[in-house]
């Protein structure tokens, strides 16, 4: 079975420092999906950045990239320049290909101060 | 582009009453469809899924069922709840082939 596992329970930056958010998972797979997800207060889930794990190359899209240690099974998320926008619960998951069910870490929550 | 809405936004029910959730989607057809539960500071559980009408799969056991009569519509239900069903409901949607899931608002359910 997948598993997903965020270290951090919380984290606090600077507006306009960088953050680098933890994540591990376990699987079997060869085929399979990584994702950061993003819930700020207003609850709603937003995806943030997906990497396929057949590529090797980092996902980056704006001021969020991951670091992807794919031997490691490691799925970093780094925010640079952060914003007080950015303040969340970050999640991160997994998904099988071919399979239907997304995996959740508990999530960390990002407090991002002035 | 796509859209998808979920309702109602809050819900407070007793115990014992029944629950029907809505959630549909705009802009996409034939999507798969997702119901998930939030508990309080943890990550999402994934209760049902659907690839098509009338198509349901459940990933847990519990007191709730889901049901897909069109295509676009996915419905959460339960005949009698339990205290155990308060939560935070999120509806989902993707395309086919291994896209990202894109999650409607969610629904804030209070037992009493």
């Known amino acids: 079975a997948q598993t997903v596992t965020q270290s951090q329970p919380e984290m606090s930056v600077q507006e306009a420092e960088t953050v680098t958010l933890s994540c591990t998972y376990d699987?079997?797979?060869?085929?399979?999906?990584l994702f950061w997800y993003k819930q700020p207060p207003s609850r709603q889930m937003i995806l943030v950045i997906r990497?396929?794990?057949?590529?090797?190359q980092n996902a980056t899209e704006n001021r969020f990239s991951v670091n992807f240690q794919k031997a490691a099974k490691s799925f970093s998320l780094k925010i640079s320049d952060s914003q007080l926008g950015d303040a969340a619960m970050y999640f991160c998951?997994?998904?099988?290909?071919?399979?239907?069910?997304?995996?959740f870490g508990k999530g960390t929550k990002l407090t991002v101060n002035p | 582009s796509q859209t998808i809405h979920q309702w109602p936004a809050t819900l407070v029910q007793p115990v014992g009453s029944p629950l029907s959730l809505e959630c549909t989607v705009e802009g996409t057809s034939n999507p798969n469809l997702y119901w998930y539960r939030q508990a309080a500071g943890r990550g999402l559980q994934l209760l049902f899924y659907s690839v098509g009408i009338g198509q349901i799969s459940s990933e847990v056991p519990q007191n709730l069922s889901a049901s897909r009569p069109q295509d676009r519509q996915f419905i959460l239900s339960s005949k009698k709840l339990l205290l155990s069903d308060s939560g935070f409901y999120l509806c989902a949607w993707a395309d086919k082939h291994n896209q990202p899931q894109h999650f409607g608002d969610g629904t804030r359910l209070s037992i009493l």
């Open positions: 998951a997994t998904k099988q290909g071919g399979s239907e069910k997304l995996v």
């Open positions: 699987t079997s797979e060869s085929d399979y999906y």
């Open positions: 990497q396929e794990a057949y590529k090797q």
